[in-house]
């Protein structure tokens, strides 16, 4: 069983509510269709309804099961707006301007949803950006208490492949914090772990990643992770984490004992923490395209309720896949 398959299995044992606020991409409604299909979750689409299921026969997509709200009519837009009023009042939210963004921007309405426990998580992305679909979560949603930083990271499986979690990896952050600092760097490697072990049920092992191996280049971008890899131990002892790495050295055994003998790290990483966003999508992309690795993601960690992100490259495969991982979150938030 493939392991995404495993994911599907897990999210089946408790069945959660996930809202698709991107009713507009044809991606959505095939993801739907899957997801009812194979049991992953209940869904809940936004925006018109005989417009929704217009498109939908259009794709020959069978949407049936799913709950569609249209924020025109549903007698809980209201409760919405009150509240999105009362969250926001601070930075000036009107209940005009709220009745305008929820009844225009569905990935708000969705995240509304979620704040009000009409659904259990959300995925959003495919036609908006990242900071789109974000936005609306770190508004009303906030961050998970004790976190001290969103991050975002991918979900990376390679077929075929030896090492990690048999191919299995987290590469973060590869899809929000553009430049951290070494603290940010360590709370990213504590939540990126902690996802790991939600995801992938095996212990993680954490890899600071630079272009220098313990000290073999000389530069601040070094400098960086060689404190963030001494903030991440301090902060957080009980993870195997060391650093810093050059990726062969994080992942390959032979190199990780030739290049740093002695780490209980090396060789054996599964969790890749990047110095920036520009390695974490590069790296990410590179393992998509050339190894043929799935990627899931960005999946975000850190606030307080689960929503995920959506790469705009996305297949209807992908969004099932996400609908998985945002519903066993979702399981998690239960415990």
């Known amino acids: 069983m493939g392991f995404v398959e495993l994911l599907k299995k897990r999210a089946k044992e408790s069945v959660k509510t996930i809202v698709l606020p991107e009713t507009e991409d044809m991606r959505t409604l095939e993801a739907t269709d899957k997801i009812l299909k194979e049991g992953v979750a209940k869904i809940i689409l936004i925006g018109n309804e005989e417009e929704i299921n217009k498109k939908a026969a259009e794709g020959g997509f069978d949407i049936s099961g799913a709950q569609i709200v249209d924020p025109e009519t ?29 009844h225009t921007q569905y990935p708000y309405y969705g995240v509304m949803m979620v704040k009000m426990g009409d659904a259990d998580g959300m995925v959003s992305g495919a036609c908006h950006s990242t900071a789109d679909t974000l936005r609306p979560c770190l508004q009303i949603l906030k961050t998970k208490p004790g976190t001290k930083l969103v991050s975002a990271f991918f979900l990376i499986v390679v077929p075929d492949c030896e ?40 212990e993680p092992v ?16 070094v400098d960086k992770m060689v404190e963030a890899t001494r903030i991440a ?11 810093e790495f050059q990726l062969d050295a994080a992942i390959v055994p032979s190199v990780g004992a030739s290049k740093a003998p002695g780490s209980e790290v090396a060789g054996k990483a599964n969790v890749l923490i990047f110095p920036d966003l520009d390695a974490g999508n590069i790296g990410y992309k590179l393992a998509q395209r050339l190894a043929k690795a799935e990627a899931y993601g960005p999946v ?3 606030i307080a309720k689960p929503v995920n992100d959506l790469s705009r490259g996305c297949s209807a495969d992908d969004i099932v896949g996400v609908v998985a991982i945002t519903a066993v979150q979702c399981q998690a938030e239960d415990k």
């Open 300 to 302: 975000t960690q850190g």
């Open 74 to 102: 549903s007698d809980r837009t209201q409760a919405y707006i009150d509240k999105f009023v009362e969250l926001r009042a601070k930075k000036g939210m009107t209940p005009e301007k709220a009745k305008e963004i929820l």
């Open 206 to 221: 954490v890899a600071m990643l630079s272009h220098s191996t313990k000290g073999s280049a000389k530069h601040p971008d």
């Open 163 to 202: 090492y990690g979690a048999n191919g299995a990896f987290v590469f973060a952050d590869s899809g929000l914090n553009q430049n951290p600092t070494p603290e940010e760097l360590s709370a990213i490697a504590a939540s990126s772990a902690e996802s790991f072990e939600l995801l992938v049920q095996e």
């Open 233 to 243: 131990k301090e902060e957080h002892p009980e993870l195997k984490l060391d650093g």
